[in-house]
Protein backbone atom coordinates (compact mmCIF):
# COMPACT_ATOMS: atom_id res chain seq x y z
CA UNK A 1 0.00 0.00 0.00
CA UNK A 2 1.46 3.77 -1.06
CA UNK A 3 0.75 6.22 1.75
CA UNK A 4 2.01 9.47 0.71
CA UNK A 5 3.89 11.27 4.06
CA UNK A 6 5.82 14.57 4.15
CA UNK A 7 8.92 14.31 6.47
CA UNK A 8 9.43 17.34 9.07
CA UNK A 9 12.06 18.51 11.68
CA UNK A 10 11.95 20.65 14.67
CA UNK A 11 15.24 21.75 15.26
CA UNK A 12 15.33 22.78 19.02
CA UNK A 13 17.97 24.22 21.64
CA UNK A 14 18.68 20.83 23.14
CA UNK A 15 17.61 17.97 20.65
CA UNK A 16 16.14 17.71 17.07
CA UNK A 17 13.07 15.75 16.43
CA UNK A 18 12.14 14.48 12.75
CA UNK A 19 8.75 12.96 11.82
CA UNK A 20 7.28 11.14 8.80
CA UNK A 21 3.46 12.40 8.64
CA UNK A 22 0.57 11.44 6.44
CA UNK A 23 -2.78 13.98 5.62
CA UNK A 24 -4.51 13.14 8.45
CA UNK A 25 -1.73 13.76 10.98
CA UNK A 26 -1.01 10.74 11.99
CA UNK A 27 2.89 9.85 12.61
CA UNK A 28 4.23 6.96 11.10
CA UNK A 29 8.04 7.13 12.03
CA UNK A 30 9.55 9.67 14.57
CA UNK A 31 13.04 10.10 15.35
CA UNK A 32 14.82 12.22 18.14
CA UNK A 33 18.86 12.91 18.43
CA UNK A 34 20.38 15.37 21.13
CA UNK A 35 22.06 18.62 20.15
CA UNK A 36 25.46 20.03 21.55
CA UNK A 37 25.26 23.62 22.76
CA UNK A 38 28.34 24.85 23.46
CA UNK A 39 28.65 27.75 26.40
CA UNK A 40 31.28 30.21 26.43
CA UNK A 41 30.89 31.34 29.68
CA UNK A 42 28.30 31.37 32.56
CA UNK A 43 25.39 32.85 30.58
CA UNK A 44 26.04 32.68 26.24
CA UNK A 45 25.78 29.68 24.69
CA UNK A 46 26.41 29.15 20.84
CA UNK A 47 25.48 26.29 18.26
CA UNK A 48 27.33 25.03 15.66
CA UNK A 49 25.82 25.84 12.38
CA UNK A 50 27.28 22.55 10.77
CA UNK A 51 26.80 20.40 13.34
CA UNK A 52 23.18 21.33 13.09
CA UNK A 53 23.23 19.98 9.25
CA UNK A 54 25.12 16.70 10.53
CA UNK A 55 22.20 16.69 13.23
CA UNK A 56 19.36 17.04 10.76
CA UNK A 57 21.34 14.52 8.09
CA UNK A 58 21.64 11.45 11.11
CA UNK A 59 17.72 12.16 11.91
CA UNK A 60 16.54 12.20 8.67
CA UNK A 61 18.49 8.80 7.52
CA UNK A 62 16.94 7.28 10.65
CA UNK A 63 13.01 8.32 10.07
CA UNK A 64 13.80 7.20 6.02
CA UNK A 65 14.85 3.73 7.65
CA UNK A 66 11.82 3.76 9.53
CA UNK A 67 9.33 4.65 7.29
CA UNK A 68 7.01 1.44 6.17
CA UNK A 69 7.23 0.05 2.74
CA UNK A 70 5.39 1.78 0.17
CA UNK A 71 5.83 4.80 2.11
CA UNK A 72 6.89 8.21 -0.22
CA UNK A 73 8.01 11.54 0.84
CA UNK A 74 6.09 14.26 -0.68
CA UNK A 75 7.44 17.11 0.83
CA UNK A 76 10.05 18.64 3.79
CA UNK A 77 9.20 20.83 6.12
CA UNK A 78 11.18 22.67 9.09
CA UNK A 79 10.61 24.59 12.39
CA UNK A 80 12.81 25.16 15.00
CA UNK A 81 14.32 27.77 17.62
CA UNK A 82 14.70 31.55 16.89
CA UNK A 83 16.83 34.59 18.58
CA UNK A 84 19.69 32.52 17.37
CA UNK A 85 20.78 34.09 13.86
CA UNK A 86 23.43 31.97 10.93
CA UNK A 87 25.47 34.58 9.13
CA UNK A 88 26.35 33.03 5.93
CA UNK A 89 29.25 34.66 3.29
CA UNK A 90 29.00 34.28 -0.42
CA UNK A 91 29.71 31.21 -0.52
CA UNK A 92 26.77 30.17 1.60
CA UNK A 93 29.20 29.31 4.28
CA UNK A 94 28.58 29.52 8.29
CA UNK A 95 30.75 32.84 9.74
CA UNK A 96 31.04 32.80 13.67
CA UNK A 97 29.42 31.08 16.00
CA UNK A 98 26.03 31.10 16.20
CA UNK A 99 24.58 32.53 19.79
CA UNK A 100 21.93 31.30 21.20
CA UNK A 101 18.39 32.63 22.72
CA UNK A 102 20.39 32.50 26.09
CA UNK A 103 23.53 34.35 25.04
CA UNK A 104 24.36 38.07 26.09
CA UNK A 105 27.19 38.98 24.67
CA UNK A 106 25.84 41.31 22.44
CA UNK A 107 24.20 43.73 25.30
CA UNK A 108 26.54 46.55 24.51
CA UNK A 109 25.95 46.41 20.96
CA UNK A 110 21.78 46.79 21.44
CA UNK A 111 22.76 49.55 24.06
CA UNK A 112 24.53 51.40 21.33
CA UNK A 113 21.57 50.60 18.38
CA UNK A 114 18.68 51.62 20.43
CA UNK A 115 19.53 55.09 20.33
CA UNK A 116 18.76 54.90 17.02
CA UNK A 117 15.53 52.82 16.76
CA UNK A 118 13.60 54.24 19.91
CA UNK A 119 11.17 51.72 20.05
CA UNK A 120 7.76 52.53 22.15
CA UNK A 121 6.88 49.20 22.59
CA UNK A 122 8.96 47.08 24.93
CA UNK A 123 8.68 43.80 22.86
CA UNK A 124 10.26 46.08 19.57
CA UNK A 125 13.15 47.15 21.68
CA UNK A 126 16.43 46.31 20.54
CA UNK A 127 18.27 43.68 23.25
CA UNK A 128 21.31 41.67 23.06
CA UNK A 129 19.08 38.69 21.66
CA UNK A 130 17.81 40.55 18.51
CA UNK A 131 19.38 39.71 15.17
CA UNK A 132 20.70 43.87 14.39
CA UNK A 133 22.51 43.48 17.86
CA UNK A 134 24.43 40.08 16.94
CA UNK A 135 25.20 41.09 13.55
CA UNK A 136 26.81 44.60 15.42
CA UNK A 137 28.64 42.44 17.93
CA UNK A 138 30.11 40.49 14.86
CA UNK A 139 31.01 43.59 13.21
CA UNK A 140 32.96 44.68 16.90
CA UNK A 141 34.77 41.39 17.58
CA UNK A 142 35.30 40.26 14.34
CA UNK A 143 35.54 42.90 11.29
CA UNK A 144 37.28 40.56 8.20
CA UNK A 145 34.69 38.04 8.95
CA UNK A 146 31.91 40.66 9.17
CA UNK A 147 32.84 41.76 6.02
CA UNK A 148 32.34 38.75 4.46
CA UNK A 149 28.46 38.34 5.80
CA UNK A 150 25.53 38.61 2.92
CA UNK A 151 22.80 37.33 4.80
CA UNK A 152 21.38 36.36 8.76
CA UNK A 153 19.41 33.29 8.82
CA UNK A 154 17.43 31.69 11.58
CA UNK A 155 18.62 27.94 11.89
CA UNK A 156 16.20 26.28 10.13
CA UNK A 157 16.33 28.43 7.05
CA UNK A 158 20.44 28.27 7.16
CA UNK A 159 19.00 24.35 6.90
CA UNK A 160 16.66 25.30 3.86
CA UNK A 161 19.50 26.65 2.06
CA UNK A 162 21.74 23.74 2.38
CA UNK A 163 18.69 21.61 0.85
CA UNK A 164 17.52 23.64 -1.77
CA UNK A 165 20.45 26.31 -2.60
CA UNK A 166 18.04 29.05 -1.80
CA UNK A 167 17.99 31.81 0.48
CA UNK A 168 14.57 33.03 1.96
CA UNK A 169 12.88 33.37 5.47
CA UNK A 170 9.24 32.97 6.64
CA UNK A 171 6.15 35.48 6.42
CA UNK A 172 5.48 34.47 9.97
CA UNK A 173 9.18 35.03 12.01
CA UNK A 174 10.45 38.08 10.09
CA UNK A 175 6.87 39.99 10.51
CA UNK A 176 7.91 40.89 13.67
CA UNK A 177 10.84 43.50 12.30
CA UNK A 178 8.43 45.29 10.00
CA UNK A 179 8.66 48.29 12.42
CA UNK A 180 12.47 48.01 11.86
CA UNK A 181 12.98 47.57 8.36
CA UNK A 182 10.18 50.38 8.00
CA UNK A 183 12.37 52.87 9.89
CA UNK A 184 12.62 56.06 7.73
CA UNK A 185 15.11 58.06 9.98
CA UNK A 186 18.52 58.07 8.67
CA UNK A 187 20.91 55.67 9.90
CA UNK A 188 24.88 55.56 9.47
CA UNK A 189 26.07 53.57 6.57
CA UNK A 190 27.63 50.56 8.69
CA UNK A 191 23.82 50.36 10.63
CA UNK A 192 22.25 50.36 7.52
CA UNK A 193 24.03 47.48 6.06
CA UNK A 194 23.14 45.69 9.70
CA UNK A 195 19.54 46.30 8.45
CA UNK A 196 20.21 45.09 4.55
CA UNK A 197 21.50 41.78 5.58
CA UNK A 198 18.13 41.15 7.05
CA UNK A 199 16.13 42.28 4.45
CA UNK A 200 15.19 38.87 2.76
CA UNK A 201 13.10 37.24 0.51
CA UNK A 202 10.22 36.06 2.64
CA UNK A 203 7.71 33.39 1.38
CA UNK A 204 4.52 31.99 3.46
CA UNK A 205 4.99 28.89 5.73
CA UNK A 206 3.14 26.83 3.07
CA UNK A 207 5.35 27.82 0.46
CA UNK A 208 7.94 26.37 -1.87
CA UNK A 209 11.47 27.40 -0.89
CA UNK A 210 12.99 25.11 -4.05
CA UNK A 211 13.48 21.67 -4.15
CA UNK A 212 16.01 19.33 -2.99
CA UNK A 213 19.65 19.71 -4.66
CA UNK A 214 21.97 18.14 -2.11
CA UNK A 215 23.22 15.15 -2.81
CA UNK A 216 25.18 13.62 -0.01
CA UNK A 217 23.24 10.72 1.80
CA UNK A 218 20.62 11.10 2.99
CA UNK A 219 19.24 13.83 0.91
CA UNK A 220 19.91 12.00 -2.61
CA UNK A 221 17.23 9.80 -1.48
CA UNK A 222 15.07 12.98 -1.41
CA UNK A 223 16.10 14.95 -4.15
CA UNK A 224 13.33 17.01 -6.34
CA UNK A 225 11.38 17.05 -3.27
CA UNK A 226 9.75 20.52 -2.41
CA UNK A 227 10.94 22.16 0.82
CA UNK A 228 8.53 24.22 2.34
CA UNK A 229 9.60 27.18 4.30
CA UNK A 230 8.27 26.61 7.49
CA UNK A 231 8.07 28.83 10.44
CA UNK A 232 9.41 29.46 14.07
CA UNK A 233 8.76 26.92 16.64
CA UNK A 234 6.22 28.68 18.62
CA UNK A 235 4.17 29.61 15.44
CA UNK A 236 4.38 25.69 14.74
CA UNK A 237 3.25 24.03 18.12
CA UNK A 238 0.86 26.57 18.60
CA UNK A 239 -0.84 26.01 14.97
CA UNK A 240 -0.02 22.19 15.40
CA UNK A 241 -1.94 22.37 18.36
CA UNK A 242 -4.90 23.71 16.65
CA UNK A 243 -4.39 27.56 17.29
CA UNK A 244 -5.66 29.31 14.06
CA UNK A 245 -8.91 30.81 14.34
CA UNK A 246 -9.83 34.18 16.16
CA UNK A 247 -10.15 33.99 19.47
CA UNK A 248 -8.24 30.93 20.10
CA UNK A 249 -5.24 31.17 22.42
CA UNK A 250 -2.10 28.82 23.01
CA UNK A 251 0.15 28.16 25.41
CA UNK A 252 3.26 26.53 24.15
CA UNK A 253 4.12 25.18 27.47
CA UNK A 254 7.97 24.16 27.97
CA UNK A 255 11.00 25.15 30.10
CA UNK A 256 9.46 28.50 29.58
CA UNK A 257 6.17 29.00 27.93
CA UNK A 258 4.87 30.96 24.94
CA UNK A 259 1.29 32.44 25.40
CA UNK A 260 -0.81 34.34 22.23
CA UNK A 261 -4.12 35.24 21.04
CA UNK A 262 -5.01 34.94 17.07
CA UNK A 263 -6.66 38.19 16.08
CA UNK A 264 -8.28 39.01 12.72
CA UNK A 265 -6.40 42.25 12.13
CA UNK A 266 -2.76 43.02 13.59
CA UNK A 267 -2.90 44.55 16.81
CA UNK A 268 -0.25 46.64 18.67
CA UNK A 269 -0.13 46.20 22.49
CA UNK A 270 2.56 47.23 24.70
CA UNK A 271 5.02 44.41 25.81
CA UNK A 272 3.84 41.98 23.25
CA UNK A 273 4.50 40.94 19.93
CA UNK A 274 2.92 41.31 16.93
CA UNK A 275 3.19 38.22 13.98
CA UNK A 276 1.54 37.46 10.80
CA UNK A 277 -0.18 34.09 11.44
CA UNK A 278 -2.31 32.38 8.55
CA UNK A 279 -3.65 33.46 5.37
CA UNK A 280 -5.82 36.22 6.69
CA UNK A 281 -4.82 36.04 10.88
CA UNK A 282 -2.53 37.58 13.01
CA UNK A 283 -1.36 36.97 16.56
CA UNK A 284 -0.83 38.69 19.62
CA UNK A 285 0.85 37.47 22.32
CA UNK A 286 4.71 36.57 23.54
CA UNK A 287 7.54 34.42 25.60
CA UNK A 288 7.71 34.46 29.20
CA UNK A 289 10.83 33.69 31.32
CA UNK A 290 7.77 31.31 33.72
CA UNK A 291 7.54 27.77 32.86
CA UNK A 292 8.46 23.79 33.55
CA UNK A 293 11.84 25.67 34.96
CA UNK A 294 10.17 27.32 38.05
CA UNK A 295 8.29 23.67 39.05
CA UNK A 296 12.13 21.98 38.44
CA UNK A 297 13.28 24.57 40.70
CA UNK A 298 10.84 24.73 43.31
CA UNK A 299 11.13 20.30 43.23
CA UNK A 300 14.81 20.70 43.76
CA UNK A 301 14.22 23.51 46.68
CA UNK A 302 11.72 22.00 48.63
CA UNK A 303 13.12 18.45 48.02
CA UNK A 304 9.78 16.90 46.74
CA UNK A 305 8.50 13.33 47.33
CA UNK A 306 9.38 11.43 43.82
CA UNK A 307 10.05 12.81 40.50
CA UNK A 308 8.97 15.94 38.59
CA UNK A 309 6.10 14.65 37.09
CA UNK A 310 4.94 12.77 39.76
CA UNK A 311 5.31 16.00 42.09
CA UNK A 312 3.77 18.10 39.99
CA UNK A 313 0.89 15.66 39.67
CA UNK A 314 0.16 15.65 42.97
CA UNK A 315 0.87 19.06 44.03
CA UNK A 316 -1.68 19.93 41.12
CA UNK A 317 -4.60 18.29 42.89
CA UNK A 318 -4.63 20.37 45.91
CA UNK A 319 -7.23 22.39 46.34
CA UNK A 320 -7.03 25.66 45.71
CA UNK A 321 -8.08 28.23 48.92
CA UNK A 322 -7.55 32.09 50.06
CA UNK A 323 -4.76 31.39 51.81
CA UNK A 324 -2.75 29.63 49.90
CA UNK A 325 0.64 31.76 49.21
CA UNK A 326 1.17 33.77 46.06
CA UNK A 327 4.53 33.03 43.53
CA UNK A 328 5.64 35.57 41.28
CA UNK A 329 7.71 33.37 38.56
CA UNK A 330 10.48 36.29 38.06
CA UNK A 331 13.09 33.51 38.56
CA UNK A 332 15.17 34.44 35.32
CA UNK A 333 13.39 37.97 34.99
CA UNK A 334 10.78 38.27 32.83
CA UNK A 335 10.08 38.80 28.88
CA UNK A 336 6.48 39.31 27.57
CA UNK A 337 4.99 41.92 28.64
CA UNK A 338 7.81 43.80 30.61
CA UNK A 339 11.06 42.59 28.61
CA UNK A 340 13.19 43.06 31.93
CA UNK A 341 16.31 40.84 33.12
CA UNK A 342 16.62 42.51 36.56
CA UNK A 343 13.50 41.33 38.13
CA UNK A 344 13.20 38.63 40.61
CA UNK A 345 10.88 36.34 41.64
CA UNK A 346 8.63 36.62 45.12
CA UNK A 347 6.66 34.14 47.43
CA UNK A 348 4.05 35.99 49.38
CA UNK A 349 1.99 34.69 51.94
CA UNK A 350 4.12 31.85 53.46
CA UNK A 351 2.96 30.15 56.68
CA UNK A 352 4.26 28.28 59.13
CA UNK A 353 1.93 25.35 58.30
CA UNK A 354 2.90 25.60 54.56
CA UNK A 355 4.86 22.25 53.14
CA UNK A 356 6.70 21.17 50.21
CA UNK A 357 3.76 20.42 48.27
CA UNK A 358 2.08 23.45 48.83
CA UNK A 359 4.90 25.50 47.80
CA UNK A 360 5.01 23.79 44.43
CA UNK A 361 0.97 24.02 44.13
CA UNK A 362 1.87 27.94 44.31
CA UNK A 363 4.96 27.83 41.73
CA UNK A 364 2.16 25.65 38.99
CA UNK A 365 -0.63 28.45 39.84
CA UNK A 366 2.06 31.59 39.32
CA UNK A 367 2.73 30.08 36.29
CA UNK A 368 -1.09 29.49 35.48
CA UNK A 369 -1.45 33.55 37.05
CA UNK A 370 1.31 34.71 34.42
CA UNK A 371 -0.23 33.18 31.24
CA UNK A 372 -3.64 34.28 32.01
CA UNK A 373 -2.40 38.07 32.30
CA UNK A 374 -0.58 38.00 29.13
CA UNK A 375 -3.35 36.37 27.19
CA UNK A 376 -5.75 38.81 29.13
CA UNK A 377 -3.51 42.02 28.21
CA UNK A 378 -3.45 40.00 24.24
CA UNK A 379 -7.37 39.72 24.42
CA UNK A 380 -7.78 43.35 25.83
CA UNK A 381 -5.88 45.04 23.65
CA UNK A 382 -6.73 43.23 20.54
CA UNK A 383 -10.44 43.35 21.66
CA UNK A 384 -10.88 39.76 20.64
CA UNK A 385 -12.64 37.80 22.96
CA UNK A 386 -10.46 34.43 24.31
CA UNK A 387 -12.84 31.25 23.46
CA UNK A 388 -10.22 28.66 24.03
CA UNK A 389 -6.67 27.99 24.77
CA UNK A 390 -5.12 25.46 23.09
CA UNK A 391 -2.38 24.07 24.81
CA UNK A 392 1.10 21.83 23.90
CA UNK A 393 4.40 21.25 24.84
CA UNK A 394 5.79 19.11 27.44
CA UNK A 395 3.65 21.51 30.33
CA UNK A 396 0.39 20.59 28.37
CA UNK A 397 1.08 16.50 29.36
CA UNK A 398 0.26 17.52 32.96
CA UNK A 399 -3.89 16.95 33.26
CA UNK A 400 -3.54 18.92 36.86
CA UNK A 401 -1.94 21.77 35.30
CA UNK A 402 -4.10 22.15 32.34
CA UNK A 403 -6.90 21.64 34.68
CA UNK A 404 -5.66 24.80 36.71
CA UNK A 405 -4.52 26.82 33.82
CA UNK A 406 -8.69 26.27 32.94
CA UNK A 407 -9.83 26.92 36.24
CA UNK A 408 -7.62 30.38 36.37
CA UNK A 409 -8.16 31.39 32.55
CA UNK A 410 -11.81 30.38 32.82
CA UNK A 411 -11.86 29.29 29.25
CA UNK A 412 -11.97 25.66 27.89
CA UNK A 413 -8.33 24.44 27.70
CA UNK A 414 -7.73 21.84 25.08
CA UNK A 415 -4.91 18.86 24.21
CA UNK A 416 -4.55 17.34 20.92
CA UNK A 417 -3.38 13.76 20.76
CA UNK A 418 0.17 14.33 19.19
CA UNK A 419 2.63 15.52 21.99
CA UNK A 420 5.20 16.29 19.21
CA UNK A 421 2.69 19.60 17.94
CA UNK A 422 5.79 21.48 16.61
CA UNK A 423 6.52 18.49 13.78
CA UNK A 424 2.56 18.47 13.51
CA UNK A 425 2.65 22.68 12.61
CA UNK A 426 5.27 22.05 9.78
CA UNK A 427 3.19 19.00 8.81
CA UNK A 428 0.38 20.85 8.29
CA UNK A 429 2.16 23.71 6.20
CA UNK A 430 3.81 20.91 4.12
CA UNK A 431 -0.28 19.28 3.38
CA UNK A 432 -1.25 23.18 2.38
CA UNK A 433 1.53 23.36 -0.33
CA UNK A 434 1.42 19.82 -1.90
CA UNK A 435 -2.63 20.57 -1.98
CA UNK A 436 -3.92 18.11 0.72
CA UNK A 437 -5.35 20.81 2.15
CA UNK A 438 -6.82 24.22 0.85
CA UNK A 439 -6.26 25.98 4.30
CA UNK A 440 -4.50 26.40 8.02
CA UNK A 441 -8.43 25.51 8.67
CA UNK A 442 -8.77 22.80 6.93
CA UNK A 443 -5.44 21.04 7.67
CA UNK A 444 -6.43 21.75 11.13
CA UNK A 445 -9.73 19.98 11.19
CA UNK A 446 -8.07 17.10 9.52
CA UNK A 447 -4.77 16.54 11.37
CA UNK A 448 -5.38 18.01 14.92
CA UNK A 449 -6.72 15.33 16.52
CA UNK A 450 -8.44 16.47 19.98
CA UNK A 451 -6.94 14.40 22.99
CA UNK A 452 -9.15 16.17 26.07
CA UNK A 453 -10.95 19.44 26.82
CA UNK A 454 -10.04 21.05 30.47
CA UNK A 455 -13.80 22.75 31.42
CA UNK A 456 -13.94 25.44 33.95
CA UNK A 457 -15.05 24.20 37.15
CA UNK A 458 -17.04 27.02 38.49
CA UNK A 459 -16.42 26.70 42.40
CA UNK A 460 -12.33 26.98 41.36
CA UNK A 461 -12.76 29.91 38.72
CA UNK A 462 -14.42 31.89 41.62
CA UNK A 463 -11.57 31.10 44.28
CA UNK A 464 -9.01 32.32 41.36
CA UNK A 465 -10.71 35.04 40.24
CA UNK A 466 -10.12 36.70 44.02
CA UNK A 467 -6.52 35.81 43.72
CA UNK A 468 -5.63 37.01 40.09
CA UNK A 469 -5.58 40.65 41.73
CA UNK A 470 -3.42 39.42 44.52
CA UNK A 471 -1.15 38.06 41.99
CA UNK A 472 -1.09 41.79 40.21
CA UNK A 473 -0.17 43.29 42.99
CA UNK A 474 2.35 40.55 44.13
CA UNK A 475 3.96 41.18 40.63
CA UNK A 476 4.05 45.06 40.97
CA UNK A 477 5.75 44.51 44.05
CA UNK A 478 8.48 42.70 42.16
CA UNK A 479 8.34 45.64 40.08
CA UNK A 480 9.11 48.15 42.81
CA UNK A 481 11.70 46.19 44.54
CA UNK A 482 13.69 46.23 41.04
CA UNK A 483 13.52 49.63 40.86
CA UNK A 484 14.66 50.58 44.00
CA UNK A 485 17.29 48.59 43.68
CA UNK A 486 18.70 49.81 40.24
CA UNK A 487 18.44 53.18 41.59
CA UNK A 488 19.84 52.62 44.96
CA UNK A 489 22.81 50.80 42.54
CA UNK A 490 22.82 54.08 40.54
CA UNK A 491 23.37 56.30 43.27
CA UNK A 492 26.11 53.67 44.89
CA UNK A 493 27.65 53.87 41.13
CA UNK A 494 27.85 57.68 40.89
Not at 90 to 116: C, I, M, N, Q, W
Not at 194 to 199: E, K, S
Not at 203 to 218: F, S
Not at 293 to 305: E, I, M, N
Amino acid sequence: MVRDVVLCADLGSGSLRVGAFTATGSAIATTAVAMTTAAGRASPAQIDAEACWRTLGRAVARTLDDLPKGARVQGVCLTGVTRAQVMLDRKGRSVGPVLTFRDDRALDDAAELARHFPARNRADAITAFHPLARIAWAARTNPRAYERITAVLDPKDFLNFRLTGRIAVDSVTHSRYDPLLAAVAKLPERIERHVRLLALPRVAPWRTVGPVIATQAPWRHLHGVPVFAGALDAWASAVGAGAILEGQGYDVAGTSEVAGVVTAARARVPGLVSLLWSEDAWQIGGPTQAGADCAAWCHRLVRSKGSLAAAIARAGLLAPTAHRPIFVPYLAGERAPLWRADLRGVFEGLGIDNRGDDLLWSVLEGVAMQMQAILARAAGGSRTPLREVRVAGGGAQSNAWCAMKADVMNVPVIRTSQRETGLVGAAMAAAIGLGWHDSLAAAARAMCKVDRVFEPRPDRVAIYAERIPRHARARQHAIDAADAAGRKGSKVAS
